[in-house]
T-cell receptor, first 114, second 113 residues
């Protein structure tokens, strides 16, 4: 079993829809959680960064972390065709043995059609 | 501020050869992490360097190695290439404060024939 599980999709939605992307993780030591967006043939781009449990909002994006259920979510409001990409969730623990190591989910392929 | 840069962007090698990839981090970032991305395994952590020292290593064979220079630039080397080494190799830099938010470069796409 992978430490971070993510449904690869693909997910296809109409423009303007609310998109919900989810991950579960098994490592209780994870304290930092990120969402990255990756366009085809590009490197991942940081979207959201969250410490511990709670919500964080940035424009059309909202990240939620529920450590009690080990569940990570990303919501995209008013989705646009330019949001079409692969979305990657990642976690990291705060321990000294985890220097520089993010553990990623498999990524969800999202297509927003006009 | 300039982002993370990686060279070369594309590379074709044959089995048994070796390859060296380069990464220049964001100015002021002292931590560089390397990842391998494949369709089957996704993004997997290779190793991390900080102040010229390897602090962490993932589960990859010894054919994968790296180093970091005093200006924080980093290189990774893969010796005796195998077909399965074909992948996108990504480096990410961070300030390593707190959670160490990582910023990725565009990657080097390696094809082993």
């Amino acid at each position: 079993q992978k430490e971070v599980e993510q449904d690869p999709g693909p997910l296809s939605v109409p423009e303007g829809a609310i998109v919900s992307l989810n991950c579960t993780y098994s490592n209780s030591a994870f304290q930092y959680f990120m969402w990255y967006r990756q366009y085809s043939r590009k490197g991942p781009e940081l979207l959201m960064y969250t410490y511990s449990s709670g919500n964080k909002e940035d424009g059309r994006f909202t990240a939620q972390v529920d450590k009690s259920s080990k569940y990570i979510s990303l919501f995209i409001r008013d989705s646009q065709p330019s949001d079409s990409a692969t979305y990657l969730c990642a976690g990291r623990d705060a321990g000294g043995t985890s220097y520089g190591k993010l553990t990623f989910g498999q990524g969800t392929i999202l297509t927003v059609h006009p | 501020k300039a982002g993370v840069t990686q060279t070369p962007r594309y590379l074709i090698k044959t089995r048994g050869q070796q390859v060296t990839l380069s990464c220049s981090p964001i100015s002021g970032h002292r931590s560089v992490s390397w990842y391998q991305q494949t369709p089957g395994q996704g993004l997997q952590f290779l190793f991390e360097y900080f102040s010229e020292t390897q602090r962490n290593k993932g589960n990859f064979p010894g054919r994968f190695s790296g180093r970091q220079f005093s200006n924080s630039r980093s290189e990774m080397n893969v010796s005796t290439l195998e077909l399965g080494d074909s992948a996108l190799y990504l480096c990410a830099s961070s300030t390593d404060r707190g959670g160490g938010t990582q910023y990725f470069g565009p990657g080097t796409r390696l094809l082993v024939l």
